[in-house]
T-cell receptor
Framework: GIQVEQSPPDLILQEGANSTLRCNFS?????LQWFHQNPWGQLINLFY???GTKQNGRLSATTVATERYSLLYISSSQTTDSGVYFC????????????FGAGTQVVVTP | NAGVTQTPKFRVLKTGQSMTLLCAQD?????MYWYRQDPGMGLRLIHY???????AKGEVPDGYNVSRLKKQNFLLGLESAAPSQTSVYFC???????????????FGAGSRLTVL
């Protein structure tokens, strides 16, 4: 099956700092999503981004499908950005099965 | 619009007991999923369904069964619970169809299961 690798596994940021999270995948995908899991366990979709670039406030994401990676940018981080960030992908010739990476644990300190 | 609702939110079982987790969505989504989340291991797909009456195995299906008798409901069953099934279980749904890659995965709030 497809391999999904996220880096770094852990990240500690001071409030106001910028950061980049990476998601590498081993096969062609037609669905890539980024999620944030807050400290209470709730999983919220951030982006649906199988290719191209999107921005939502202080967050933005870029997927280069031909090179099989996606990046999530957090700018001017806030303590509310703490949590785990996951990327999930679906292989182009599969139906239904979304595969998750292991996640990046982000802690933003005041 | 409730989205994806999981019941129960918490449950403690003894080894060998059985139980069913219920997932209900009100978005008319075709695809539904059950994931488990264990510390340091991310989310692993247990079973999924691409429509009413259909189910398929994910990465870690052993010890679980599922049913999708109605489009809005996806049930996860444990016939004989084991301590290794202690985990947080998440249900999710999406309107994704076979021929397209669109639509966003929506998660329920999770169900924490402890097997003693």
């Amino acid at each position: 099956g497809i391999q999904v690798e996220q880096s770094p596994p852990d990240l500690i940021l001071q409030e106001g700092a910028n950061s980049t999270l990476r998601c590498n995948f081993s096969d062609s995908v037609n669905n890539l999503q980024w999620f944030h899991q807050n400290p209470w366990g709730q999983l919220i979709n951030l982006f649906y981004i199988p290719s191209g670039t999107k921005q939502n406030g202080r967050l933005s994401a870029t997927t280069v499908a031909t090179e099989r990676y996606s990046l999530l940018y957090i700018s001017s981080s806030q303590t509310t950005d703490s949590g785990v960030y996951f990327c999930a992908v679906k292989v182009s010739d599969s139906w239904g099965k979304l595969q998750f990476g292991a996640g990046t644990q982000v802690v933003v300190t005041p | 619009n409730a989205g994806v609702t999981q019941t129960p939110k918490f449950r403690v079982l003894k080894t060998g007991q059985s139980m069913t987790l219920l997932c209900a969505q009100d978005m008319n989504h075709e695809y539904m999923y059950w994931y488990r989340q264990d510390p340091g291991m991310g989310l692993r797909l247990i079973h999924y369904s691409v429509g009413e009456g259909t189910t398929a195995k994910g990465e870690v299906p052993d010890g679980y069964n599922v049913s999708r008798l109605k489009k809005q409901n996806f049930l996860l069953g444990l016939e004989s619970a084991a301590p290794s099934q202690t985990s947080v279980y998440f249900c999710a749904s999406t309107g994704d169809r076979v021929s397209s890659g669109a639509n966003v995965l929506t998660f329920g709030a999770g169900s924490r299961l402890t097997v003693l």
